[in-house]
Every structure is written in structure tokens, then in C-alpha cells.
């Protein structure tokens, strides 16, 4: 018999399944199989034991079992987004071998097309009209909204029909799980006003549609402690309701894509001097990780299981290399011929010995990194590589050349490439909200050239101490950002 663990977030490992009992056999195959919600943004690490089960217990229910009573035979563990040729085999003739086989769910590739419009929304904003936009949350065990989808802003619109939004059904939980839609009326300080909401499943709203009914949507007003809802005049109408099977991203990895990891780091000298302990550049002697560091491993730590090699071109930005001008894009292990290092431990190695070789300078400029990334995305495309590329950019301040890491962005916005931003330190982030879309509107080169994809997430890394969960909301878009690219240049996984 097999028992599987899942790791918790504590390292202790939980039982989460058990096989049926194959009797009398060396070579034993199970069919019991076991679902497990696999997430991008998290390490999982799965532990298999496996027991030989006495045959006095052959007629006990397996969960009745006490594994104390059983004996051993070994056991096994792997991360959930290992891929067979990335598991070392450590087989000999003397130890047992366990094949695990893992497939997914056919439900989860049913995405649900919805084109949504309101009808007589109120007018938040004295001189014009609301600029609205939805947000689709998704309600969690717990009672939490967790956002899964937004759409455009529509400016000056009191009955807007925005563009199609796509939701994967087992993204959501299933077609009955219950989903907050929520209107806002957009304000660039980041401050966005709820002009009203509603609660329904995909199940309710392709009613909707079908019955080409209006919902109404409400405001809760706090009266007391009981949150009373008002009704609203404005309605929410599902124009279009459609479902495909489309591609996942596990469909991409098991044809083979990658994603490629890059990491950027800020060496201006606002982070203050290396050698001093308030510096954000400071190497703890007793090991404890740095800002630079944590962000690096916690990124890094996720996205290596998707890059066969394992070689990760590494950068650094704003500073002076000895003998030299200033540069805003050096190879982090100092080699004037190539920027790639071997594993997370490599990044880790050449980011320290890089603290002790350059000048910390100035100012802080993003495009010369953007446009080195674009540089080799564009590159593995004309060779029509199964790649897809992932630029990690820490960095502790403001950015100088706005404009310029517009221009690159927008540029960057057609090749198979996503941009992390982690800030670090107490700097003002303000200007980093603009990049990520998400915040806002889509960005504008200073062509007029609006970029054809969001490809960039930001988060500042003071919000990050309290636990991983902000690089998992950093991580967490990755495969839709993924998914977009392929599905705008038609690529499938097979092809």
C-alpha cells in the first residue's frame, strides 16, 4: 500500500490519500487515484511511503490501518511540478523504484467566454460621467474574495459593454461556485469607488444570459453590525455566455515549453553602503537573508522546476564595475562574455561576490535590462523554441527613465516574456503602479503604441515579510500571462 503527504506550510507533512492493498506482489501497480489542486505559485512537495500490510489485516478498510503496525518498505518524494526527465534516478538493483503518474483533470480545461454590459450605472465623478470596470472574485472556504479576472476600464460610460472575459471553470471551483462581481468607478490615485455588486455562479449568469434578463446590482450599507444590501437601479446583463475546451498551461509544459528565469538587481547606491548593517545590500554573517536575497530564493525556488537547464542569466543595474563607467546592465558573475549561472545557488553566489567587485552609483534605470530580456526572447522565437521567458527586477527606488521603460515595455509586450518588480525598502512605489496594468490602464509608448498584453506585475516586498504570500500573488498570474501570449500568436502545444 502507498500513502501519499502533502508538505504544509510549516514543513510538517499531512496524510492526504492512501492506495488499495495489492496483494502478494514485488511489482505492484495501484489504481486508486487521488485529485490534487496543483498551484503554480507554490512549491509542493509530496512524500510517498509505502507499506507491506500483514496479512492479518488483509480484510481491514485501509484507513482503518495503523501504519505503526504495518512494516516499511521505503519512500519516496518529489515537488508536484518536477518533471520526470528532472528527477535524478537514483535506482540501483538494491532499492525499489516508484513511477508516479500524473495527469489532469479534463474539467479544468472548460473556459467559460462571457461578454458583460451594465445599464444605468450612478455617476461617481462630479464633471463627467464613471469610468467603470469589473472585478471578478471568486469566494474561498474561508469567506475571502479572491480576485480572478477584471476587465478593461470604460471611460465616460454610464452603460458600458466591456470586452470578453475568459474563466476557467476549475479556476473558479465549478460552474455552482458562488462569484463576486464587483463595479468600480476607476481613479489613477489607486482609489477606486464600488459603484455596486453582485453574487452569482456561472451557472446563474449563463441564465442570465439565456433569459437575456438584467441583474440588479446592489451597495451593502452598514446599518449597525448587520450589513444590510440596497438595491440599485443599474443592471448587470450577460451579453454573450460561451464554453470552450481550451489549451492549459499544463498542456504547454507537457509538450515541452519552458519558462525561463532572469533576474536584474539594483546596485544604485540609495540602497546604502554593502558593509553597513542598515544597508538593504547587507550580508548577514549568520546567514539571515537579505531583501535581495529572500526575493531572489522565493521567486526563484518556484520557477526553476520549469527550466530544463537550469542556467539563469543574471544582470545587474546602476552601479560602476571596477575601472569602468557606470552600467546599467553587467553581468552579475563579472564575465564580459556571458551572463548565465548555475541555479538559484549561482544567482546567490554571484550577487554576493558582485557586492565586493562594483561601485554602488546611480540613477535607476530600467530599459537597458528590459531591452537585453526582449533581446533574448526575441531571439529564442526566431529559432521557434518552446520558451517563454520570466525577467525577475528587484529594486529599492524610483525609477529615472520612465518614459524609456514604457517604450521597452510596450515593445516587450509581443514576445513570449513576463516582468516581476519587487521593491524593496521604504522608497515611494507610486511610479511602479503605473507599469502594472493591473493598477491601472494599459501602457502608451511615446509612439501612441498601446502595449498588446499586460506582461508586467509589481509588488513592493514590505508587504512580503509577514509571509510568502505576496510572491505567491506575484507567481500566481504567470500562467495566465503565459496563456495569453500563446493563445494571441495561435501557438498550440502540439505544433
Known amino acids: 500500500m502507498v500513502v501519499v503527504y502533502i508538505q504544509e506550510r510549516d514543513g510538517a507533512f499531512t496524510e492526504v490519500f492512501r492506495t488499495e492493498v495489492v496483494l502478494n506482489s514485488l511489482n505492484p501497480t495501484w489504481i486508486t487515484k487521488y485529485t490534487i489542486t496543483y498551484q503554480f505559485e507554490i512549491v509542493q512537495i509530496l512524500l510517498f511511503r509505502v507499506f507491506d500490510i500483514d496479512t492479518q489485516f488483509h480484510n481491514v478498510e485501509v484507513k482503518m490501518l495503523k501504519l505503526e503496525e504495518q512494516q516499511s518498505l521505503g519512500e519516496a518524494s518529489c515537488a ?39 445599464l444605468n450605472l450612478e455617476s461617481k465623478d462630479l464633471f463627467s460621467k464613471s469610468d467603470p470596470f469589473l472585478v471578478i472574485s471568486k469566494v474561498v472556504e474561508s469567506g475571502m474574495s479572491i480576485p480572478v479576472c477584471k476587465t478593461e476600464v470604460s471611460k465616460n460610460d454610464l452603460n458600458p459593454t466591456w470586452k470578453p472575459v475568459f474563466l476557467n471553470i476549475q479556476q473558479v471551483g465549478s460552474k455552482d461556485s458562488p462569484l463576486v462581481i464587483e463595479c468600480f468607478n476607476f481613479n489613477s490615485n489607486g482609489k477606486h469607488d464600488l459603484i455596486g455588486k453582485v453574487q452569482k455562479s456561472l451557472a446563474d449568469l449563463e441564465k442570465l444570459h439565456t433569459g437575456r434578463e438584467g441583474e440588479n ?49 539594483d546596485f544604485t547606491a540609495s540602497n546604502g553602503n554593502p558593509r553597513l548593517p542598515d544597508s538593504l545590500h547587507y550580508i548577514d554573517p549568520s546567514g539571515r537573508l537579505n531583501a535581495y536575497q529572500k526575493a531572489i530564493y522565493e521567486v526563484g525556488e518556484v520557477l526553476q522546476f520549469y527550466d530544463a537547464d537550469k542556467r539563469f542569466p543574471a544582470w545587474g543595474f546602476g552601479a560602476r564595475p571596477i575601472d569602468g563607467p557606470v552600467s546599467h546592465c553587467f ?40 531591452n537585453r530580456a526582449a533581446m533574448i526572447a526575441s531571439q529564442s522565437l526566431a529559432n521557434d523554441a518552446k520558451k517563454y521567458f520570466v525577467l525577475l527586477i528587484i529594486t529599492d527606488g524610483v525609477i529615472t527613465d520612465l518614459q524609456e521603460t514604457k517604450d521597452a515595455l510596450v515593445k516587450a509586450s509581443d514576445l513570449p516574456l513576463s516582468i516581476l518588480i519587487v521593491g524593496v525598502g521604504g522608497a515611494d512605489f507610486k511610479e511602479m503602479e503605473i507599469l502594472d496594468a493591473d493598477k491601472g490602464e494599459r501602457l502608451e509608448s511615446s509612439t501612441g503604441r498601446v502595449a498588446s498584453r499586460d506582461i508586467v506585475q509589481f509588488v513592493p516586498f514590505r508587504d512580503v515579510q509577514n509571509g510568502p504570500s505576496v510572491v505567491q500573488e506575484l507567481l500566481a498570474e504567470l500562467p495566465s500571462q503565459f496563456l495569453a501570449y500563446m493563445r494571441s500568436r495561435e501557438i498550440k502545444p502540439c505544433s
Do not use: W
Open 80 to 118: 508536484l511540478s518536477e518533471r520526470e526527465e528532472s528527477v535524478p534516478s537514483t535506482h540501483s538493483q538494491h532499492q525499489g523504484k516508484l513511477t508516479v503518474h500524473a495527469e489532469e483533470c479534463f474539467s479544468s480545461k472548460t473556459t467559460a467566454e462571457m461578454t458583460l454590459k451594465c
Open 217 to 265: 446590482l446592489f451597495l451593502p450599507t452598514p446599518v449597525g453590525h448587520d450589513n444590510q444590501n440596497k438595491a440599485l437601479k443599474s443592471k448587470l446583463f450577460v451579453e454573450k455566455y460561451s464554453e470552450t475546451v481550451q489549451y492549459t498551461f499544463l498542456d504547454y509544459l507537457a509538450a515541452g515549453f519552458e519558462l525561463n528565469f532572469m533576474v536584474a538587481i
Open 331 to 370: 553581468n552579475l558573475n563579472g564575465s564580459s562574455n556571458y551572463c548565465e549561472v548555475e541555479g538559484i545557488g549561482g544567482i546567490m553566489m554571484a550577487y554576493t561576490s558582485a557586492l565586493f567587485n562594483v561601485s554602488l552609483a546611480g540613477p535607476t534605470l530600467f530599459g537597458h535590462v528590459i
